[in-house]
Nanobody, 130 residues
Framework: VQLQASGGGLVQAGDSLRLSCVPS?????????VGWFRQAPGKDYEWLAA???????????YYKDSVKGRFAISRDNAKNTEYLEMNSLKPEDTAVYYC????????????????????WGRGTQVTVSS
């Protein structure tokens, strides 16, 4: 599945942004796992959040401790979009943000592990000025 992330931009510290991730060729509800990552300049990729589908039940959401309470992952089936709402942005949140997904069975590895994610979208730049 191809994924398209969008919604990045230049904002000031304390502002909010909502990133979108749209799959092509599949519905967002058919993705068993959707995650958000980022890569800051000169740094490794960093897992931020994920949403795991459970048949007939609500999604489970997971967050990196450093963004818990500021970032929220959600899904709008009608718009076929997964979102990452980011609040109280800080300059250290400056990075390229990526969405990733798994259509197959979720592995027993940690949700934050790269091996969980089969498909990756092109990133969207988020720049937070102080």
């Amino acid at each position: 599945v191809q994924l398209q992330a969008s919604g990045g931009g230049l904002v000031q510290a304390g502002d909010s942004l909502r990133l979108s991730c749209v799959p092509s060729g599949r519905t967002v509800s058919s993705l068993n796992l959707v995650g958000w990552f980022r890569q800051a300049p000169g740094k490794d990729y960093e897992w931020l959040a994920a949403s795991r589908r459970w048949p007939g039940s609500r999604d489970s959401t997971y967050y990196k401790d450093s963004v818990k309470g500021r970032f929220a992952i959600s899904r709008d089936n009608a718009k076929n979009t997964e979102y990452l709402e980011m609040n109280s942005l800080k300059p250290e949140d400056t990075a390229v943000y990526y969405c990733a997904a798994r259509t197959g069975t979720v592995l027993s590895a940690p949700i934050s592990d790269f091996v969980q994610y089969e498909s990756w979208g092109r990133g969207t730049q988020v720049t937070v000025s102080s």
